[in-house]
């Protein structure tokens, strides 16, 4: 068993005692500013986890292959708890009249400019590393800018903002989290077993749907891990170890993978409640405010260093210090400042 899947069933016990120990257990927030740290150690799993499959060489004692996956699935988690904040936010304050054009406004120039930048560069680039004619390089050109390395996420993510809209503009307040999760599985499994033929990736996406449910009722789990914190830590260390147990002994199937996908976004923001310092990790909050330039280009700088046969070590070190700092200058160019 690897150090991170340890960890993984260690800070659960350990976040339990710390409230156990505490007179008036302070359970700390878990808003967007908050969570900027644990964005940028997600990115940097995804990052070397797909490095590692390449190169061999990314930290291979914490094997962060395996954990590439899971780390997009807390993405989607974290983007449906967001999403309910942030509606549940303009509700209380009577803005809802003008939330949802801002919202598509937003979310739109927040995925679409750094998806169309990317694509754009990874279609050059494409150009001169394939030597295909012209006419055929114009062919595949849509492909090529829309489709980028681990594109998918973007286009899974539009829909999901399409659905929370769908659900919360035109269902009432007891149906419209039922119908965002209904129509977030819906999408899941048609793109599962109608659409893709490659399927491994789609299991993050019902994470979304957890984050949006677990964002409703977050009252009821802070009450629950007042007055039970051990058991309600045990159960998620004994959730994580039987999924590390069915992966040890070669149990580790899709509705396996799929089950703890599901249940890795709640565990991450269990730890969360518990430990406050995990908010100050500066370095982490600064790859976590450029988390998504980073998780859009590093499959681009992958696909161009890797190729040039350097050493495993200094390859790993190129892209990662390439691909964080062309995600800094991505980010000031399509936001105009960095997110903090």
């Known amino acids: 068993m690897t150090p991170l899947l340890l960890a993984m069933i260690l800070l659960p016990i350990a976040a339990a005692?710390?409230?156990?120990?505490?007179?008036?257990?302070?359970?700390?927030?878990?808003?967007?500013?908050?969570?900027?740290?644990?964005?940028?150690?997600l990115a940097l799993v995804v990052?070397?986890?797909?490095?590692?499959?390449?190169?061999?060489?990314?930290?291979?004692?914490?094997?962060?292959?395996?954990?590439?996956?899971?780390?997009?699935?807390?993405?989607?988690?974290?983007?449906?708890?967001?999403l309910v904040k942030s509606y549940s936010a303009a509700e209380s304050s009577g803005r809802i009249p003008g939330y949802w054009q801002a919202f598509w406004k937003r979310s739109l120039a927040r995925?679409?400019?750094?998806?169309?930048?990317?694509?754009?560069?990874?279609?050059?680039?494409?150009?001169?590393?394939?030597?295909?004619?012209?006419?055929?390089?114009?062919?595949?050109?849509?492909?090529?800018?829309?489709?980028?390395?681990?594109?998918?996420?973007?286009?899974?993510?539009?829909?999901?903002?399409?659905?929370?809209?769908?659900?919360?503009r035109c269902f009432g307040r007891r149906w419209r989290v039922p119908a965002a999760c209904a129509l977030t599985l819906a999408y899941f499994l048609v793109m599962k077993y109608a659409v893709e033929t490659v399927v491994y990736y789609w299991i993050t996406s019902p994470a979304f749907a957890v984050g949006v449910v677990f964002s409703t009722n977050e009252e009821r789990v802070r009450a629950a891990v007042r007055k039970h914190p051990v058991g309600v830590y045990?159960?998620?260390?004994?959730?994580?170890?039987?999924?590390?147990?069915?992966?040890?002994?070669?149990?580790?199937?899709?509705?396996?993978?799929?089950?703890?996908?599901?249940?890795?976004?709640p565990s991450f923001a269990l730890i969360f409640y518990a430990f406050e310092w995990l908010r100050r990790v500066r370095p982490l909050a600064f790859v976590g405010a450029i988390s998504y330039e980073v998780y859009l280009l590093h499959g681009v700088v992958m696909k161009n260093l890797?190729?040039?046969?350097?050493?495993?070590?200094?390859?790993?070190?190129?892209?990662a210090l390439v691909t964080i700092g062309l995600s800094f200058v991505l980010n000031l160019a399509c936001r105009g400042k960095r997110r903090t």
């Open 17 to 41: 005692f710390r409230i156990r120990r505490a007179a008036d257990p302070v359970l700390y927030g878990f808003g967007k500013a908050d969570t900027m740290p644990l964005r940028g150690l």
């Open 47 to 82: 990052m070397f986890g797909h490095l590692d499959t390449k190169t061999q060489f990314a930290v291979p004692v914490l094997h962060l292959v395996h954990w590439a996956t899971p780390a997009v699935a807390v993405f989607f988690f974290l983007s449906g708890y967001g």
């Open 111 to 168: 995925l679409m400019v750094p998806l169309l930048v990317v694509g754009t560069t990874w279609a050059v680039t494409r150009f001169f590393a394939l030597d295909i004619p012209l006419h055929v390089f114009f062919r595949r050109l849509p492909r090529f800018v829309l489709h980028p390395p681990f594109a998918w996420y973007v286009w899974a993510q539009l829909a999901f903002y399409a659905f929370f809209f769908l659900s919360f």
């Open 234 to 265: 045990l159960f998620a260390a004994v959730a994580a170890a039987s999924f590390f147990a069915a992966r040890e002994i070669g149990f580790w199937n899709i509705p396996v993978r799929e089950a703890f996908h599901l249940l890795i976004g």
């Open 306 to 319: 890797l190729p040039l046969g350097w050493p495993p070590a200094i390859a790993v070190a190129a892209v």
